[in-house]
């Protein structure tokens, strides 16, 4: 029996790459815009690393993580997110020294152990960004814009959804409200917002259930709570945001996966996706650098979740889905034009353009499908006959137009004329 792939990691194919190249590129070109560096983790960690950071009762690490016991009996975990290994580098490698403001952005697989649907998988991946030293409600919105501004150039619809989580300095009265608030109503939760209503009060309202999310719409609202710094700085995150024209909606009821957030987050949310409507998230952690052992240092990030921008593409571009295209497509017939064939096929890779031939000897009629099969935007017929006349014809695929472009002595001559006619094209 042939060995299938695992369930929730997929295979993404050459006609769906396209897709994710077009995405990586555009979303790279703004991050080097907004001048982040890029900097790469390891995928696998300490699990104590996720379990500090994300923390206990969330749903990552109570359900979701890919943790096991490696040959020298240490606790490993395949990173589910990004942010606490780029912090634990930032750390370790000393970064701080670099600049006080360190923008840095990383691409990657990521793995949860969920229920894989549509839009949900074990193996996902994501491009995300962090920025370290900062705690000024300016960057908070620049990252946004930065995020919003990403959509657009690939050319996608969300909505924007802001909330503040506060300090610890007002976070303890809110806890207590929602605690009062789950109280009288814990019979009628799920068994997650049971245990949490006293292990991790905030977390319910991140609950997926229906009933539980029924229950908490009367619930109290985080911003009603917030210190009179996290208010002013979340009055600024606003502020600064209809300045940049950026539209966004506050939820007061975001209260995000993860533990280590403080104050600003935000979810860039789509209804074309069903229920895996969030595409991109993040938000402020301005204690997690010390709790690492790191200097006190705040920061932000946030994560896209590239799945599901690809399947939001793949609906609305069907073009871009198409087969990446040739520039040319090089017809040899005889042993000795084959020869010089491959050479001047070397040249035009060389000069930049994107070349193949037939290496088969295959017929003329044969080669001429494979030209159409792999899109090329032209062909050179090359043959005893042209090498005799010393000219060769470059057809143009789409147009069909012709022309006879003159075989000069000196090769690297004729690639370059027929790599200028191309591209003049
Ligand atoms: P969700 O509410 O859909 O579970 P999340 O809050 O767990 O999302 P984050 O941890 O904030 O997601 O990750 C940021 C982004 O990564 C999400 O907005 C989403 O686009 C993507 N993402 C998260 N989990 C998965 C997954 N299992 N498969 C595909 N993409 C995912
Ligand atoms: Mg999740």
């Given at each position: 029996m042939s060995i299938k792939a695992l369930k929730g990691f997929k295979d993404i194919l050459p006609d769906e790459v396209i897709l994710w190249q077009f995405i990586e590129k555009t979303t790279r070109d703004i991050f080097h815009r907004y001048g982040f560096e890029e900097i790469k983790v390891p995928?696998?960690?300490?699990?104590d690393l996720f379990v500090r950071t994300i923390g206990e009762s969330t749903d990552i690490v109570e359900k979701e993580m890919y943790t096991f016991v490696d040959r020298n009996g240490s606790s490993i975990t395949m990173r589910p997110e990004g942010t606490a290994s780029v912090i634990r580098a930032y750390i370790e490698n000393g970064l701080y020294v670099r600049g006080s403001v360190q923008r840095l952005y990383t691409i990657g697989p990521m793995f949860r152990h969920e229920r894989p649907q549509k839009g949900r998988l074990r193996q996902f991946h994501q491009m995300s960004v962090e920025v370290l030293g900062s705690n000024s409600a300016r960057i908070d919105t620049e990252v946004m814009a930065m995020a919003w501004q990403i959509l657009q150039e690939i050319g996608l619809q969300a909505s924007l959804e802001i909330n503040s989580l506060g300090c610890p300095e007002c976070r303890p009265a809110f806890k207590e409200a929602m605690q009062g608030f789950l109280q009288g109503r814990i019979g009628h939760l799920c068994d997650d917002c049971q245990r949490r209503s006293t292990t991790n009060p905030l977390r319910v309202l991140d609950c997926k259930s229906e009933h539980c999310q029924a229950q908490y719409v009367t619930a109290p609202s985080i911003i009603e709570h917030l210190c009179g710094a996290c208010r002013r700085h979340f009055e600024e995150v606003k502020q600064t945001l209809d300045l940049l024209g950026v539209p966004y909606a506050v939820n007061a009821k975001m209260v995000r996966g993860l533990d280590y957030y403080t104050r600003t987050t935000f979810e860039l949310i789509t209804?074309?996706?069903?229920?895996?409507?969030?595409i991109g998230a993040g938000g402020r952690y301005d204690g997690l650098v010390r709790q690492l052992g790191g200097p006190e240092v705040p920061g932000i990030g946030f994560a896209m979740g590239m799945e599901r921008l690809v399947m939001l593409l793949g609906q609305k571009k069907d073009g871009l889905a198409t087969r990446s295209v040739l520039d040319l497509f090089l017809v040899t017939l005889g042993e000795e034009a084959y020869a010089k064939g491959f050479v001047l096929l070397q040249m035009l890779r060389s000069l930049g353009l994107r070349v193949m031939m037939d290496h088969e000897g295959r017929s003329l009629k044969n080669q001429m499908k494979q030209a159409d099969k792999q899109n090329a935007g032209f062909t050179v017929i090359l043959g005893e006959n042209e090498l005799a006349n010393r000219e060769v014809l470059l057809k143009d695929m789409h147009s069909g137009a012709q022309q006879l472009v003159e075989l000069t002595p000196v090769f690297e001559d004729w690639a370059a004329l027929i790599a200028t006619k191309i591209r003049q094209q």
């Open positions: 995928i696998l960690e300490k699990t209804t074309e996706l069903g229920a895996q409507g969030a």
